[in-house]
């Protein structure tokens, strides 16, 4: 999968005018499920106000139980504290790991920054052991960089 070539169409589903945020953002969640093929729950997961926890944003994929999420806790959590990519490429060697499905094996988390804070993440699981490479770790903050212009 090329995924710069994804690129344009990512962001045009974010400059699409007549959507709110919350639409595109479903759309972009959709489009990334569909388009990239171990990509299998793609989800934001945003700060809540002034709260140590993150609650669940739009998502395409498997309804989740992990609708808040505090701070430290699982991959989601610990990528709120650290500011820092996380790429898990087997879950189950996870201690601090929240297990959404027996189907996910792999998870990569990037944190979005808006005017240098990190007010959210994009969190993908995959059915794949390993699947995630630096490029997904490129593709992912490009997404995010375009994502941040919403807010």
Excluded at 28 to 40: A, D, G, H, I, Q
Excluded at 82 to 97: E, G, I, K, L, W
Aim: net charge negative; aromatic share 10%; with cysteine.
């Amino acid at each position: 999968m090329n995924l710069e070539s994804l690129k344009p169409q990512v962001s045009a589903i974010l400059q699409h005018s007549e959507h709110t945020r919350t639409e595109k953002l479903q759309n972009l969640c959709e489009f990334l499920k569909e388009k990239v093929s171990y990509y299998n729950w793609v989800g934001f997961y945003f700060k809540n106000g002034d709260k140590r926890e993150l609650i669940l944003g739009p998502y395409a994929g498997a309804e989740t139980d992990h609708t808040v999420i505090p701070f430290g806790k699982g991959i989601c959590g610990q990528v709120a504290e650290s500011n820092q990519n996380f790429v898990v490429p087997d879950v189950s060697a996870q201690d601090n790991y929240i297990a959404c499905s027996i189907t996910v094996k792999s998870e990569i988390v990037v944190p979005l920054f808006v005017n240098n804070e990190n007010i959210g993440q994009i969190d993908i699981d995959s059915h794949e052991l390993d699947p995630f490479t630096a490029q997904d770790e490129r593709f992912l903050e490009f997404v995010n960089q375009e994502v941040a212009q919403l807010f």
